[in-house]
């Protein structure tokens, strides 16, 4: 078992409700988003799920273009590990990543580098890992094309 990053696609509204009552906030999104059953679960439309090899693919996204590291870290949401970004934060980085074909960033697996810098999951999703990766990759890149679509923000939601 490891950890899993979703990627919650939500209003600023919410962002906003959220950083008021960070007592609810882990209950919210897990009752509201991740649980299939929840009343804003909508796969591939509100949520975004990517398995272990997220954080790669974070990375990789980051190694390819580094000013979008500031964005792309997010800011805490609660006393978890759970980060948002903002609308306008959002859209800045559907911009860089749009045109983003994934396997221009193989270049930038370092297997070393990775480890290095203690990037989750590095030592099992390498080179070889790489058509999962890519995946991912897809996932974020239209997870933040539908959350700029729509002018809204972005959760990562760990679990």
């Known amino acids: 078992m490891g950890i899993v990053c979703n990627f919650l696609r ?20 897990s009752e509201n988003y991740a649980s299939v059953f ?12 990517t398995d272990k090899a997220w954080s790669v693919a974070l990375y990789l996204l980051k190694e390819s273009n580094p000013t979008l590291s500031i964005y792309l870290e997010g800011n805490m949401l609660t006393n978890d590990s759970d980060k948002y970004i903002r609308p306008e934060e959002v859209l800045i980085v559907y911009n860089n990543i749009k045109l983003i074909v994934p ?7 370092d297997y070393g580098k990775m480890m290095q810098n203690h990037i989750y999951g590095a030592d099992k999703f390498t080179i070889e890992s790489w058509d999962y990766v890519k995946e991912h990759i897809i996932t974020i890149q239209d997870a933040f094309s539908k959350a700029a679509a729509c002018n809204e923000g972005i959760i990562l939601y760990f679990s």
């Open 103 to 109: 396997d221009t960033l193989k270049k930038f697996h």
């Open 38 to 49: 929840g009343k804003f679960h909508r796969e591939n439309d509100t949520v975004f799920y």
């Open 10 to 29: 939500v209003s600023n509204e919410t962002i906003n409700y959220l950083l008021a009552n960070p007592d609810i906030s882990d209950d919210y999104l």
